[in-house]
């Protein structure tokens, strides 16, 4: 066998940047990027975080682009891996605007073009393709060039007979066109979309298009360039610049967030920790529009958030600290109602579907897509919520305390996942108080009381900035020392200097009509994002959905079917088979309560135990109305029907004793019937009512007892309460009042039980009186859920509150 020919090693080179000469020597890789750690650090917003790596392969030089966004050139073109070496001129992030290195070798200076500074460097030949205008802050290489019609309408959507094809389930199929006009303007028009269509972050109808704007169709971003359409496709490696966020309460009097300010970098993951009290919550709202800032400014990818935030809140996911899943249901039966709701109505069952197996296999969830979600372990329920978001697949994903809970296993298990979804492309911010894993991060924000930055950097240097060997040593003098000026001390340190004040993107220029990106958070108002489906659409599928998760809860349907039984039983064996005097009066009594406990218990809980749901489900569309009426819908049917079971238990073959035998409209057991069934579905109404008013779920219970107890006191059948001053006001809002008024009148109770108590008008045998009592349960009932809907507003992100 031969010797294998010797290989001279690669020589020193000089890359010179505008300047800034590096020697690079062989045996050393050389990152370039816009990441403060590169050894190579250029501070251009077309650079990605990690953009490429000059490294000596055996005996040459070679540029390697890391998958950056906008790419490397070189000798004409943009590469991959290419060969370099003196006289060699590479470009980042564009081929003829970007930074532009110029090689030469180490030692005397070269002759030839290599001699020349970059001012003179010859630039490469530019492409046919362009960067995204610079006025979104974004720059971008096309996802599609195409030329722009002169005399007919350009169709998008997803479906595949389209002019302009967008491969995108948050995209309706039929979603805009953009009409050519013969004066040479261009027009975009929404053609009945789901999600919308947007120009320059505004959801539009009709509206003209100019070379300056963007408009907005789901994931992607079309600008006229010249003659061209061109078409900008966010597939997530997108980057956040935070810039001076404040936010105040009590009338500015106590400050929560105070001009907090630092970058974050494309397939970066974010931990931010610090004290109870620190204000991270107050950040997680703020960055994710859900609350946002007083003053200051979020820019998505150089856009500001806030103006834009009905178009880009589909690229924003939303992991909050408890689960955002009915845990009933199934893996994949979640997921798929999940994707009903978040989805363009006219997206195909099929498309759903495989959208949802995508994600279960992405989370690994394949062996768990069939099991109920409540049986399974933290970590992996937190695979299902995180499954969830990426059904649209956000760019930016921010989690609120994932790993609360876990064990020291499961959490770094999870913190893992967090750094494989970041690899595959996504922004990752995880709001945590756990300590355990912040080894996976790329930058850790730790915010000091008062909602100051104390530090922000490599995760690997904050306790040695601090001077700590221990988290807890260092988060008890942030507790024990609130005077120090933790924020002071970090902005006059070289990490400030390196990692934020020499890191930010520069902002946005202001456009034509002020709305820059430099104004206050407080001076935008963020638009409520669009609903995906139509209400009626929104409200089957919260029915079915809401069915399926109490049909799957075995507890509640066998006390669901037991309770009208039970209450009917006793009812009867107090009758003693005839309604007589001594009868009467407690049969009737055994019916209000009946009614009152079947229809609140039904409902007393189901609002605040879905309060995070509701509140995440509302951020990305969800239609108050359509939500409540679900409740009512499914509720009030199965609360019906148990009014109904429990009176025909407690009555059918008893002689009811009215008048001639017959009632003020309707045969007297159909009367009681639908007395019961109104006092029922109204008491169901005050359940919601409570639900939606308290805090936590475990006051409900003692709420339960306390409202049967006030709708027997007030009824009618213990006190006389006609004619008693207050005592007859206050009993109005009581809805068994009224059924109570509704039954007696049926069988004319006062000339059964004769006496003070029943001498009361509400129980004329008379067909006004039991119009009037029927009538006044149908308006409280109407009357709660408009309350209801009120509190609903309360637990809204401030955005939806309209």
């Not at 031969?2 to 020193?12: N, Q």
């Not at 991959?80 to 590479?90: K, M, T």
């Not at 989805?343 to 069952?349: M, R, S, V, Y």
């Not at 639900?691 to 709708?711: D, F, G, H, N, Y």
Request: net charge neutral; hydrophobic share 45%; charged share 20%.
């Amino acid at each position: 066998m031969g010797e294998r020919p010797f290989a001279p090693p690669a020589p020193e080179l000089v890359l010179d940047i505008d300047g800034d000469s590096t020697v690079m020597t062989p045996g050393r890789v050389y990152r370039v990027g816009r990441d403060p750690t590169s050894d190579i650090v250029l501070h251009d917003a077309r650079i990605s975080w990690h953009h490429a790596e000059l490294r000596a392969d055996g005996g040459h030089w070679t540029v390697h682009d890391d998958g950056s966004t906008n790419g490397t050139f070189t000798e004409g073109g943009r590469v991959r891996v290419w060969e370099v070496g003196p006289g060699s001129v590479i470009r980042f992030g564009h081929p003829a605007e970007g930074p532009c290195a110029i090689l030469s070798p180490h030692g005397p200076a070269p002759r030839g073009p290599a001699a020349r500074g970059p001012s003179t460097a010859p630039p490469l030949p530019r492409p046919s393709s362009v960067s995204m205008p610079a006025a979104t802050g974004t720059f971008r290489q096309p996802t599609s060039v195409r030329p722009l019609p002169t005399a007919r309408t350009v169709r998008i959507g997803r479906a595949t007979d389209n002019d302009l094809v967008v491969d995108d389930l948050t995209v309706s199929r039929r979603h805009a066109e953009l009409e050519a006009h013969p004066d040479g303007t261009y027009w975009i028009h929404d053609t009945g979309s789901h999600n919308g269509t947007f120009l320059n972050g505004r959801r539009v109808a009709r509206a003209r298009v100019t070379p300056d704007d963007i408009v907005g169709i789901g994931h992607s971003a079309f600008c006229l360039v010249g003659d061209q359409l061109v078409e900008f496709t966010d597939t997530g490696e997108v980057s956040l610049d935070v810039q001076d966020l404040s936010v105040t309460v009590d009338h500015g009097r106590k400050t929560l967030l105070d001009e907090v300010t630092f970058p974050v970098g494309e397939k970066a993951l974010l931990a931010v920790v610090g004290p109870s009290g620190a204000g991270k919550s107050t950040l997680l709202n703020a960055l994710t529009g859900q609350r946002p800032a007083d003053h200051g400014t979020v820019l998505y990818d150089g856009r500001d958030l806030y103006r834009d935030y009905a178009e880009l809140r589909q690229r924003i996911g939303l992991v909050p600290q408890d689960d955002i899943l009915h845990l009933q249901l199934t893996v994949r039966r979640a997921l798929t109602y999940a994707a009903e709701l978040r989805f363009p109505e006219d997206t195909a069952k099929a498309e759903r579907r495989a959208r949802v197996e995508e994600v279960i296999r992405e989370l690994g969830l394949e062996q768990r897509a069939g099991q109920p979600i409540h049986s399974l372990s933290g970590g992996q329920r937190k695979r299902v919520s995180v499954a969830l978001e990426l059904l649209t697949k956000p760019s930016l994903l921010f989690l609120d305390e994932p790993t609360s809970g876990l064990d020291p296993g499961m959490d770094r298990s999870v913190m893992h996942m967090l750094r494989g979804l970041a690899d595959d492309g996504r922004t990752v911010i995880v709001v945590t108080h756990s300590v355990l894993s912040l080894d996976v991060c790329d930058r850790l924000l730790v915010l000091a009381p008062g909602g100051r930055i104390a530090y922000y950097g490599p995760p690997g240097d904050a306790l040695g900035f601090f001077g700590f060997a221990q988290w807890p040593e260092a988060f008890e003098a942030f507790e024990n020392d609130r005077d120090h000026d933790w924020a002071g001390r970090y902005r006059a340190s070289a990490f400030h200097q390196r990692y934020i004040a020499g890191a930010m993107r520069r902002p946005p220029q202001p456009s034509g009509d002020g709305d820059g990106g430099d104004a206050a958070a407080a001076d935008v108002v963020p638009e409520p994002p669009p609903k995906a489906q139509s209400w009626g659409a929104q409200l089957r599928t919260l029915v079915r959905r809401y069915a399926a998760a109490l049909g799957a809860d075995r507890t509640f349907l066998a006390i669901m079917i037991a309770l009208p039984f039970v209450m009917g039983a006793m009812a009867r064996a107090l009758s003693e088979g005839r309604l007589g005097p001594e009868s009467t009066m407690n049969v009737l009594l055994i019916l209000c309560v009946g009614g009152v406990l079947t229809g609140a218990a039904n409902a007393v809980r189901e609002l605040v135990k879905e309060r995070t749901i509701y509140r995440r489900e509302r951020a990305v569309g969800l239609s108050r109305s359509a939500y409540l009426m679900s409740k009512v819908v499914v509720l009030g049917t199965i609360t019906v029907v148990q009014a109904v079971v429990l009176t025909l238990v407690a009555l059918v073959g008893v002689p009811l004793n009215a008048p001639r035998g017959e009632g003020v409209l309707m045969p007297p057991l159909v009367e009681i019937v639908v007395a019961v069934a109104l006092l029922a579905f109204t008491a169901m109404m005050l359940g919601l009512f409570v639900s939606a008013l308290v805090r936590k779920e475990e006051v409900t219970m003692p709420l339960l007892v306390l409202l049967a107890i006030v709708q027997v006191v007030f009824c009618g059948g213990l006190l006389t309460i006609s004619g008693s001053l207050v005592i007859e006001q206050l009993a109005w809002l009581v809805p068994s009042r009224w059924a109570f008024g509704a039954m007696g009148a049926t069988i004319g109770i006062g000339r059964i039980v004769p006496g003070e108590k029943t001498a009361d008008p509400l129980f004329e045998h008379s067909l006004g009186t039991w119009l009037l009592d029927v009538g006044m349960l149908a308006v409280l009932s109407l009357v709660l859920g408009v309350l209801v809907a009120r509190l609903l507003r309360r637990h809204e992100p401030v955005i939806m509150r309209k």
